[in-house]
């Protein structure tokens, strides 16, 4: 069963060319594999509503990059999984929340063609008329557009430049990638939020503290904050 994601308020059914678009969109079952992670014990993570450089990404346009860094098993994918949960809560209902978590172990979550799929997926059960985004350029370019991760980078583009949506989207382990995954994948963002600021998206990275990706956010050219997870795991 692949992750489902609510398409409750739009009021429209999708016809089969939709249907066939969501069907693909839809790749990793992202809520039965949060519904197996450990969760965080019963009073911890409470630092993070307080956290200065996390309310800085949170609350300031322009801050759009939060870098979380943590050896393995200092608990990013436990966070990861929180944040989602914290913020769907205390946010608006207009902001779109999207996550995708690596893993090195599974075939479907090191790909960044299934990770973009996913992505797009979860912003258009949330708002279906950006559906029609999508639908457009498989008419285009056939169902060839959801094998290589150029051809759907355009269309999530489109979507993100979707006026009174904002977004969030957070990637956990993008490090269980492998290296040029990693490396083009995190490029894209720093490109995307460098040259586009009129855009209403913020990105949550996880992974280790020295791996490939992270050379790259070292030297992005844009205001990136890094959270040393390591540093509060006492709290």
Known sequence: MKDTVSNAGTGVSLDDAERACTAILNCVDVSGYESNLDQHASGTLQWVSSDPQ???????????????????????????????????????????????FCNGRIESQRDSVNLLRSIIYQIVMHRRKLLRIVRRASDAQGFQLFSRFDSLWNPFLEICRHKGDELIVIIDAIDECEEQIQVSMTKRIVNLLGSEPEFSIKFLITSRPNVPATYVLKSAAIQCIRLKLEEKQSQ
């Open 54 to 100: 996390y309310n800085n990404w949170l609350s300031k346009d322009s801050m759009r990059l939060l870098w979380v860094t943590g050896f393995s098993g200092c608990g990013k994918t436990i966070l990861s999984h929180y944040l989602v949960v914290h913020l769907q809560k205390m946010l608006s209902p207009s902001t779109i929340i999207c996550r995708f």
